[in-house]
């Protein structure tokens, strides 16, 4: 295959791509450098990638991304041929028989009405293929974002019955431990029991999030993208005064912020610097 090629459209190409890329002497020598602890980073990086696409509603960018994260399933799947533990076809095979026994509401004669109720037994499918666990908190990978972990803990437990009855207690408990660090905050206590504290009060707050109905990780990125929307436009509006950030002071600031919300809610995405000046 050649640059001169038309542009490959299958798998089989995808394949037949990264196979040359990772063959000794006539591959990129960055990829024969690659293994599977150097390349799942950058694995990491693409899923958040095609979740970035979605949520900016880019329909242009999902389509690439999600060519980007299959190229990262098809990268270790080579790597994982040449150590000669399994190839693609096995990973497909894999996922294709596992879905079809994860749904027997689908491809058998189980009867399954909801989504909540799917969510149940494909817990129950998993505990079933995954044997005997020695904690109900099994299963939950020590590498996802410490927020989303938090969250996934969080419901394992409460399938076993570990949780609040009405998000009011869970209410109450994210009162309590923002007070118990705000004694720590007071007391001057080190950083180890100020880190302990912070650390109790924000998995209290993914608590009261996922009683909400609502996924942290998501609420906490959509805050992220709002904060860093509005404070550009903060930058605009001193910039429009004829001067920056760091020369303008808080309580102007704070007048900007407000404007920029204001801006926001009447559906301007940024400052016009000529108008406002």
Same mark, same amino acid.
């Given at each position: 295959?050649?640059?001169?090629?038309?542009?490959?459209?299958?798998i089989?190409?995808?394949?037949?791509?990264?196979?040359?890329?990772?063959t000794?002497?006539a591959?990129?020598?960055?990829?024969?450098?690659?293994?599977?602890?150097?390349?799942?980073?950058?694995?990491?990086e693409?899923a958040?990638?095609?979740?970035?696409?979605?949520?900016?509603?880019?329909?242009?960018?999902?389509?690439?991304e999600?060519?980007d994260l299959l190229?990262?399933?098809v990268?270790?799947?080579?790597?994982?041929?040449?150590?000669?533990w399994f190839?693609?076809g096995?990973?497909?095979?894999?996922?294709?028989?596992k879905?079809?026994?994860?749904?027997?509401?689908?491809?058998g004669e189980?009867?399954?009405?909801?989504a909540?109720?799917?969510?149940?037994?494909?817990?129950i499918h998993?505990?079933?293929?995954?044997?005997?666990?020695s904690?109900?908190?099994?299963?939950?990978?020590?590498?996802?974002p410490a927020?989303t972990?938090?969250?996934?803990?969080?419901?394992?437990a409460?399938?076993?019955g570990?949780?609040?009855?009405?998000?009011?207690?869970?209410?109450?408990?994210?009162?309590?431990?923002?007070?118990?660090?705000?004694?720590e905050?007071?007391?001057?206590?080190?950083?180890?029991?100020?880190?302990?504290?912070?650390?109790?009060?924000?998995f209290?707050?993914?608590?009261?999030?996922?009683h909400?109905g609502?996924?942290?990780?998501?609420?906490?990125r959509?805050?992220?993208?709002?904060?860093?929307?509005?404070?550009?436009?903060?930058?605009? !509006?001193?910039e429009?005064a004829?001067?920056?950030?760091?020369?303008?002071d808080?309580?102007? !600031?704070?007048?900007?912020w407000?404007?920029?919300?204001a801006?926001?809610?009447?559906?301007?995405k940024?400052?016009?610097?000529?108008?406002?000046?």
């Amino acid at each position: 295959m050649t640059v001169d090629d038309p542009a490959p459209a299958t798998i089989e190409n995808l394949l037949e791509i990264m196979a040359q890329l990772r063959t000794p002497g006539a591959g990129c020598p960055w990829d024969l450098q690659q293994n599977f602890h150097t390349i799942a980073p950058y694995t990491l990086e693409e899923a958040y990638e095609v979740v970035d696409a979605i949520e900016q509603g880019d329909k242009d960018a999902l389509k690439e991304e999600l060519g980007d994260l299959l190229f990262q399933v098809v990268y270790h799947a080579q790597m994982a041929h040449e150590a000669g533990w399994f190839d693609f076809g096995a990973v497909v095979a894999g996922i294709c028989e596992k879905m079809i026994r994860r749904h027997p509401h689908v491809f058998g004669e189980e009867i399954i009405e909801t989504a909540e109720a799917q969510t149940t037994a494909w817990e129950i499918h998993k505990d079933r293929e995954k044997g005997e666990r020695s904690s109900a908190l099994e299963g939950v990978p020590l590498a996802l974002p410490a927020l989303t972990r938090a969250d996934k803990l969080q419901k394992k437990a409460s399938r076993v019955g570990f949780d609040w009855p009405s998000i009011h207690g869970v209410s109450d408990k994210v009162e309590e431990e923002l007070d118990e660090l705000r004694e720590e905050i007071h007391s001057n206590a080190g950083a180890e029991a100020l880190m302990d504290e912070a650390g109790d009060l924000l998995f209290a707050a993914v608590n009261l999030v996922r009683h909400t109905g609502t996924d942290p990780e998501a609420a906490l990125r959509q805050a992220n993208r709002k904060f860093s929307r509005r404070f550009r436009m903060v930058e605009q !509006l001193s910039e429009a005064a004829g001067k920056t950030v760091t020369e303008t002071d808080l309580d102007t !600031l704070d007048l900007y912020w407000d404007e920029a919300k204001a801006l926001e809610a009447a559906g301007h995405k940024s400052v016009n610097v000529t108008e406002t000046a």
